[in-house]
């Protein structure tokens, strides 16, 4: 069982930067693959980034360019490097964990253990 809590959400004005980070409790971070999903008001759930244990990664078409996933296997944290923020990347941004040494997800099924979500705003 691994814990979740993340953290580094808050207000951005748009073009600004936000770095969020996502620090992996109770066990070590040790073969896990890692992703970050958001949710606005009235949307489903949508994937932004994932990497793997080996630190491949891959985007979401609308924040390739923009945002970078990144982990620290020593620290157990991933984190997410936002910047050229939007108001339409306003939502709860969570991220997710599951065990795999080389695999990448971008479905949200797919992954086991979950953050309680922090908050992103960007006002225009």
């Known amino acids: 069982q691994v814990q979740l809590v993340e953290s580094g959400g808050g207000l951005v004005q748009a073009g600004g930067s936000l770095r969020l980070s996502c620090a992996a409790l109770?066990?070590?971070?040790?073969?896990?693959?890692m992703g970050w999903f958001r949710q606005a008001p009235g949307k489903e759930r949508e994937f932004v980034a994932a990497?793997?244990?080996?630190?491949?990664?891959y985007y979401a078409d609308s924040v390739k360019g923009r945002f970078t996933i990144s982990r620290d296997n020593a620290k157990n944290t991933v984190y997410l490097q936002m910047n050229s923020l939007k108001p339409e990347d306003t939502a709860v941004y969570y991220c997710?964990?599951?065990?795999?040494?080389?695999?990448?997800?971008?479905?949200?099924?797919?992954?086991?253990?979950w953050g309680q979500g922090t908050q992103v705003t960007v006002s225009s």
């Open positions: 109770g066990r070590t971070f040790s073969g896990y693959a």
């Open positions: 997710a964990a599951d065990v795999s040494y080389t695999a990448i997800w971008t479905t949200a099924g797919r992954y086991s253990y």
């Open positions: 990497i793997s244990w080996s630190s491949s990664t």
